[in-house]
C-alpha cells in the first residue's frame, strides 16, 4: 500500500495495520470488517456521531464513554470495541473513517483481491454488482471487493476508484465538461 504524505492517513494506516494484525492473529478479520462496515454506517446516519468524532471540544473521556456506549447499544464488541475505545481514548477518533478506508484495503489485499470505491446516483441492484465486479477484475487481474456509496447529485452513471485510477463516467461530469466547451466556443 502506497503511503501517503497526510498525517491523518499515517494514522490511519498505522491503526488499521495494527487492527488487522490483531484481527488476523485472532481468525477473526471478516467479523472486525463487518463491525467497521456497521461503524461507519451509524457514523453516515447520524451527524451527531460525526459531531463527537471530529469535534476537539470533546475531551478524551467524554469521547471514550459516548463510543463505548454507541458501540454496546450496536453490538459492536471484541476487537473492534475494544478498538474503537483505545482510539477514543487517544484523542484518534477523527482518524476513524480513514482508518475504516485503510482497514478495508489492508483485508482486501490480504485475500488477493484489489479494493474499489464506487459512487453511484442510485442504489446498485446485485446484478449491477455483479457485472461492476466482473468488469473491474478483468482490468485488475484480480478479484475486487467493492465499496459502494450513493451520491444523487451525479445525476447518472458511476465514479470508480480502485488504486490511483479513477473512471469518472458520471453524468455530472459529462455535463459540465459541455458546458466548459460551449462556454470556450462561445
Sequence with gaps: MAQSSSPISGVAERYAGSLFELASQANSVAKVEADLNGFEALL???ADLTRLINS???SSEDQAKAIAAIADKAGITGLTGNFLRVVAKNRRLFAVPGMIKAFRQIAAEARGEAAAEVTSAHELTSAQEAELKAALKSVAGKD???SVTVDPSLLGGLVVKMGSRQIDTSLKTKLNSL?????EVG
Excluded at 458546458?179 to 462556454?183: N, P, T, Y
Aim: no cysteine; hydrophobic share 65%; charged share 15%.
Design 144 to 146: 475486487v471487493a467493492i
Design 56 to 58: 476537539p471540544v470533546f
Design 44 to 46: 453516515a446516519g447520524s
Design 179 to 183: 458546458k466548459l466547451a460551449l462556454k
